[in-house]
């Protein structure tokens, strides 16, 4: 009887869990097999799903007779491409349900500017040669050290043959043999192609270019060439010397506009400015416009007139605006004007199948990424408030925005003025390669008037003074009398009130100057003002003092009643009855409106549209009303001209300032605006006021930052790189626009390189190069040396005026001078006045001349400069870098008259002038211990003379030391030609270091976010969002999802943080990613919720650690970005309390306690997304009911602009 192995023990085990059901145990029988018996259904068999046709037939024929001369068969390259595989426009329509958001799983558009790669594009690059080329690749099985050897064709790159060394075969050995086979050798190529030959003969020059160390310079000629051709484009390849940004002339008048536009799109019922014609001409042609034009001026004519061509073409527009209030409110304006307008934004979508959407900029970044379909139908979208661009937070999203739009969709941009229009024109024009037309005006439809108001009483409300006028001609006589009245009544009220006088800032005294002014403005038929105060607590405290002033009559407090509660209707009862509520309808009663970012949405929108209706009289904002809002006032007021920007206090910025006093002045109804800058303490500076009302606006400046969202979303579709996004950046525009010159300058110096022969000559072939790296070597220790040394304390104390040095630079080689004096710069680097010998010069130097210093000079020894012509003397300013050695002499100098004897001959009329006594005594003396000392002069030892201890400078002073040591063993000095050959040897090398110089700057390496990118992908592949060759992992997907903080909420959901807890605990533990205010009164928080809120700050501090471990330096600690001071608020809310209940549980305005809901429940339905990604139904339903719990009454009250 055979024994039974292991074998046939598993198949009896195996064969009984089959067969025998009946002994399974009950619970386990979910888990066991079951054989479902099926039905036959033939009827099935009738049809079959085919693959789409990959062909189609077309006939031939005549071009001339039209006979038909037979068919031909085309090949159907984008049938099998959809959403999942291509970028192309052409690709497969995505699901109905995803039209206009798409999905993080579709591939976005391709963008436009970016090389679109074509079937032929694709075959050559997926050729069998280039397969086996690339490391050995598919000849090489795993754990066999050789392969299978194919015979394929080189590249170029591998074709040229190593260059000899100089060691090898020197210069002037000839080889016969090897002359006579080349010979022979050449006899049977005649027949060749004549390309072959040129491409032969262009590889053997390339064979003489060398460079130091390893590399040969044919390589890195050759690797440039090919990247250069692999990148270059083929769609519509740049122009070298086009412009892309073209500036319209709006100074003369389009006589013909309605000959060359019979049929417009849209007619208003008013004559159009020469901008807006202009811009409409160019939207007639399809062309992308850039309008810049001050607050008022009629840059919606454009917007509209771009969506009236959309309707007529039967495609779409998409509108975008920098915030949400502005999005709703040009939803209804856009809604009074077209029928098909739709919205969305985070928690609204309406009528998204209408030809004009308006959203914001990064609802539109998240459809180009997700490829929305919308995209295709788009003709044009519309960047409202550009300027905005220069946000620090939000500014990258305009970026992404622009770059990620396809070709085929035109852009109009509208601003307000900024300086640099045409340059950042110029660089959306290169990145999308379209002309961008730039329309500015800088006329003002309502020119504006700016006072300076001293007042604080009904008796001094008089003293309103003109400071600049309606033609911005400062009056300097106003603000003088400005000056005087404050001076009088400080005076006054230091005798009655003692030295120290009455101040400003005082609640009463505020009170009593708003009083002042209102009345005045009233009186002069000023109003309505808008008085922007820099602080929502002062807002409501100002507000609070005015409670005497009422600016409304009956008929005027009737229609604010009516409207206010038709719109506070809209709520639940208990929400009517909130606090602010109450308070707010009292105050717009009396004419007065607030409005700043703690105010609840809605009564937000009641304040805008009261004011608009012109029933609220008087309104104080803070400066984002300012913002795109359409609510000109007659007047704007300034309670001060500071502000706090969250750094420390500040002037207002000139791009602040006029954006907001552009709220002044009414199209239509007002001949000028007025603009009042309050003076309740001190009267600003003049030049301070200056800078402010006339200086430059700010500049469109590139916030464009690498993000964790950005990179995954990226790298997810195969075909895009993070790196191209970075080259196409604002932030890279200055150095990408000379990517054509560059390459011009690569070719010429590529003949350059190629003409240069080798030196013959056997004596400098044997380490003449050798003896270049070592000078180079030498020059930058000694001077790094140098700069160090002679900033130390001790070197200082030795370099007094008549210390003789030596000085090396660029057009001074070892040159004797004296020190005058010592001075430190800007960065702490220490620069000598110097008076230095040289020779006479009748004239200056040229260019050509002072580049031939700027080389490597050879270490020779320390032999002075002597002058050949008479000896003379200059003037220097000499860094401690290029003070090659501090002497041990010294020379008596009276270094302020020399000072002051060589600038005054440095005057026209004084320059023929004889040099002073102590000039000629000191030039004479530094003459006399250079000719006594021309082999050199000693030096002080940093150790024996300057006492210095730093062990690292001693160290690296005798590595310098022992470098001087060495030269006198290169055998290339004793060359009789060995300068001529070193310059000749220094040129060629100074020709491949400016190759490799333009190499770099061609090259990703030179992308000055690149090393930043490299961290972040580190810091990726340690989490496991992708794997070591940067291929998205699921953890990726699902950061994909995220809208923010994609890091923290992806760790909680793999962590199965979430999982456990209940939805209204996790919607509290999720607020702290989107509550942003940095004081708040602290919570009081369950045991559950502190244990999650230290789960997310350990979850926080291993990110902070690994971010730090790859070098990322964030301004602030990773877990101070997350706030739990509204966990409790937001966790009774989603439990059901009502909201005038939980505004007691923390000092948060409510306005600010809306949007943080709000926003929290975008984040809610990420993580529901995210869940179903990684399919967890547990999760996916507890996000449902979280954001169900979160959205009700007064948080989710619909927009009143939307109804």
Wanted: a negative charge.
């Amino acid at each position: 009887m055979t024994e039974k192995t292991a074998m046939d023990e598993w198949k009896e085990e195996l064969e009984e869990y089959l067969t025998c059901i009946d002994d399974l145990p009950i619970n386990s029988i979910n888990r066991s097999q079951k054989f479902w018996k099926r039905e036959p259904c033939p009827e099935n068999l009738y049809s079959s799903d085919v693959c789409p046709c990959q062909t189609k037939i077309d006939v031939v024929r005549n071009p001339t007779t039209g006979v038909l001369l037979g068919y031909k068969e085309e090949y159907l390259a984008n049938i099998s491409e959809n959403a999942r595989n291509s970028l192309s426009l052409k690709r497969q329509p995505g699901p109905v349900q995803l039209d206009v958001r798409g999905s993080s799983t579709h591939n976005p558009f391709w963008p436009g500017g970016l090389d679109e790669p074509d079937i032929d594009n694709l075959n050559e690059n997926s050729s069998f040669d280039n397969l086996l080329l690339e490391k050995d690749f598919l000849t090489v099985a795993p754990g066999m050290s050789s392969g299978m050897t194919f015979e394929t064709t080189k590249s170029k790159e591998e074709s040229i043959p190593e260059v000899p060394t100089s060691e090898e075969t020197p210069p002037t050995v000839i080889n016969l043999t090897d002359i006579l086979t080349q010979d022979f050798d050449d006899l049977g190529d005649w027949d060749k192609d004549e390309e072959e030959v040129k491409e032969a003969s262009k590889e053997e020059i390339s064979e003489q270019i060398t460079v130091s160390g390893s590399e040969s310079m044919d390589e890195i000629v050759s690797a440039t060439i090919l990247t250069s051709t692999a990148n270059e484009t083929k769609t519509v390849p740049a122009p070298v010397k086009e412009e892309w940004a073209i500036n319209v002339d709006v100074d003369h008048p389009v006589d013909d506009f309605y000959k060359r536009i019979p049929d417009m799109a849209y007619k208003w019922p008013f004559e159009l400015d020469v901008f807006q014609k202009q811009a409409i001409l160019h939207l007639e042609n399809h062309d992308s416009v850039f309008i810049a034009a001050h607050t008022s001026a009629g840059k919606t004519v454009i917007a509209e007139y771009a969506i009236a061509l959309s309707l007529k073409h039967m495609t779409r527009t998409i509108y975008t605006s920098p915030i949400k209030a502005l999005s709703n409110q040009k939803y209804r304006d856009f809604k009074q004007t077209f029928v098909e307008v739709g919205l969305i934004t985070g928690d609204v979508q309406i009528h998204q199948e209408s030809a004009c959407l308006i959203m914001t900029t990064e609802i539109l970044r998240s459809m180009l990424y997700n490829g929305s379909d919308v995209i295709r139908d788009l003709e044009w979208v519309i960047f409202d408030e550009v300027h905005y661009i220069n946000d620090t937070e939000r500014g990258v999203v305009w970026e992404e925005v622009l770059i990620m739009l396809p070709q085929h969709v035109n852009i109009i941009l509208l601003s307000a003025t900024v300086p640099n229009t045409l340059e950042f024109a110029d660089w959306i024009g290169r990145t999308k390669r379209k002309k961008i037309y730039v329309i500015s005006t800088l006329k003002r439809p309502v020119p504006l008037e700016h006072y300076l108001y001293t007042g604080n009483s009904n008796k001094t409300s008089s003293q309103l003074f003109l400071i600049l006028d309606h033609k911005k001609q400062f009056q300097i006589g106003g603000y003088n009398k400005a000056v005087d009245a404050k001076k009088e009544r400080t005076s006054k009220a230091s005798q009655n009130f003692g030295a120290k006088g009455q101040r400003g800032g005082h609640p009463n005294q505020d009170k009593n100057i708003w009083i002042s002014l209102i009345d005045m403005l009233k009186k002069k038929d000023k109003l309505p003002v808008v008085s922007f105060i820099f602080s929502k607590k002062r807002i409501e405290e100002t507000a609070n003092n005015l409670g005497s002033l009422d600016l409304t009559d009956q008929k005027e407090k009737s229609e604010i009643h009516i409207f206010f509660h038709k719109s506070i209707n809209r709520l639940k009862g208990t929400d009517q009855k909130l606090p602010q509520i109450t308070q707010m309808e009292d105050i717009l009663k009396r004419g007065l409106g607030v409005h700043h970012s703690g105010i609840l949405p809605i009564l937000k929108e009641v304040v805008e549209m009261l004011f608009q209706k012109g029933l609220v009289k008087v309104l104080f904002a803070t400066e984002t009303f300012a913002m795109g809002l359409n609510m000109p006032a007659r007047t704007v007021v300034f309670d001060t001209a500071r502000k706090h920007d969250g750094t420390g206090f500040r002037d207002l910025l000139p791009g602040e300032y006029i954006q907001m006093a552009g709220r002044a002045g009414r199209r239509g109804l007002d001949t000028t605006g007025t603009v009042i800058m309050l003076c309740k303490g001190d009267i600003p500076v003049v030049s301070d006021l200056q800078k402010m009302m006339l200086g430059k606006p700010t500049k469109l400046e590139s916030q464009f930052r690498l993000t964790y969202s950005m990179i995954l979303n990226l790298l997810r579709v195969e075909q895009l790189k993070v790196e191209d996004m970075i080259k196409r950046s604002f932030s890279e525009f200055h150095s990408q626009k000379d990517k054509v010159k560059h390459k011009e300058d690569m070719d010429k110096l590529y003949k350059e390189i190629a003409n240069v022969r080798d030196i013959e000559c056997y004596m400098c072939s044997i380490d003449l190069e050798m003896y270049y790296q070592t000078c180079k070597d030498y020059h930058q220790l000694k001077k790094k040396l140098q700069a160090v040394v002679l900033s130390h304390p001790a070197a200082i104390k030795s370099l007094t005026a008549g210390c003789v040095i030596v000085i090396n630079d660029n057009l001074r080689k070892n040159v004797v001078a004296a020190v005058l004096n010592s001075s430190v710069g800007t960065n702490n680097e220490r620069a000598f006045t110097c008076l230095a010998i040289c020779e006479k010069r009748g004239v200056t130097l040229s260019k050509e001349d002072l580049t031939k210093y700027d080389k490597i000079a050879p270490v020779l020894g320390n032999t002075l400069f002597i002058p050949e012509s008479p000896c003379w003397h200059e003037l220097v300013q000499v860094k401690a870098a290029n003070v090659s050695i501090v002497t041990t002499k010294t020379i008596r100098v009276d270094a302020d008259k020399i000072i002051n004897d060589l600038k005054k001959r440095q005057q026209p009329r004084f320059k023929d002038d004889p040099p002073g006594q102590s000039v000629s005594i000191a030039t004479q003396e530094l003459l006399r211990l250079t000719e006594t000392n021309s082999d050199g002069l000693a030096g002080l030892d940093p150790v024996k003379d300057l006492h210095i201890r730093d062990i690292e400078l001693v160290e690296q002073f005798r590595s310098v030391q022992a470098m001087e040591q060495t030269f006198i063993s290169f055998q290339c000095i004793n060359c009789p030609r060995f300068q001529e050959h070193f310059d000749e040897h220094s040129s060629n090398m100074e020709l491949k270091n400016k190759y490799r110089h333009l190499k770099f700057l061609l090259s990703d390496e030179s992308l000055m976010l690149l090393p930043e990118y490299q961290q972040r992908i580190e810091v990726l592949k340690s989490l496991n969002y992708i794997d070591e060759h940067n291929a998205v992992q699921l953890k990726g997907r699902v950061a994909c999802e995220i809208s923010t903080h994609e890091l923290m909420i992806t760790e909680l959901v793999f962590e199965n943080a979430l999982t456990e807890l209940h939805p209204t605990e996790i919607a509290a533990l999720m607020s702290c990613v989107v509550f942003e205010q940095k004081r708040a009164s602290e919570p009081k928080l369950i045991d559950t919720l502190v244990q999650g809120k230290e789960k997310i700050l350990g979850i926080a501090r291993k990110i902070d650690s690994l971010q730090r471990q790859f070098g990322i330096q964030a301004p602030i600690d990773y877990e101070e970005e997350f706030k739990f001071n509204l966990m409790e608020v937001v966790f009774e809310w989603a439990r059901g309390l009502p909201f005038s209940e939980i505004t007691n549980l923390t000092d948060v305005q409510e306005g600010i306690i809306v949007r943080c809901i709000q926003r929290l429940n975008e984040t809610l339905r990420d993580v529901r997304n995210a869940a179903r990604i990684i399919g967890d139904p547990v999760l996916y339903q507890k996000m449902e009911e979280a954001s169900s719990m979160v959205k009700r009454d007064i948080v989710f009250a619909a927009s009143l602009y939307t109804q």
